[in-house]
C-alpha cells in the first residue's frame, strides 16, 4: 500500500507541493488576522490550501497586471506568489464562484 502512495506521490509535477504549502500558509495568514476560531481557521486553511493548488493559473496572471509593474523574480518565488495570494484571497474566491453558479440555476 505505501509503495502506491510513493509512485503516486512521484506523479505529481513538484510544483503543485510548492503551491499548496504556499496556499497554507497565505490562508493560515488570513486566518490569524481576523482572529478565526479552530473550526473556522481549519475551514479557512482547507479552502485556501484546495483554491491555490486548483485557482493558482488563473490568479498567476492577474498578480502582474494588478501591479502595472514586471515582477522579476524566479519561477520558484513566482509559484510561491501566486500560491499565498490564492491561498488567502481563496475563501473570496470561492464564494464568487459558488455565487456565480447559484445565480446561474436561478436563472433557469
Partial sequence: MMVYALVFLHMIPP??????GSGMAGALVRSL????????AI????IGTLT???IWPITSPLIETS???PLVMTQFQHWMLSGFI????????L?????????KDQDK
Fill in 95 to 103: 464564494g464568487f464562484v459558488l455565487d456565480l453558479m447559484t445565480r
Fill in 52 to 54: 491555490a493548488v486548483f
Fill in 43 to 46: 475551514r479557512t486553511v482547507v
Fill in 86 to 93: 490564492t491561498g488567502a484571497a481563496g475563501g473570496i474566491l
Fill in 67 to 69: 501591479l502595472s509593474i
Fill in 15 to 20: 510544483e503543485t507541493f510548492i503551491i499548496a
Fill in 33 to 40: 488576522r481576523y482572529q478565526e476560531k479552530l473550526v473556522e
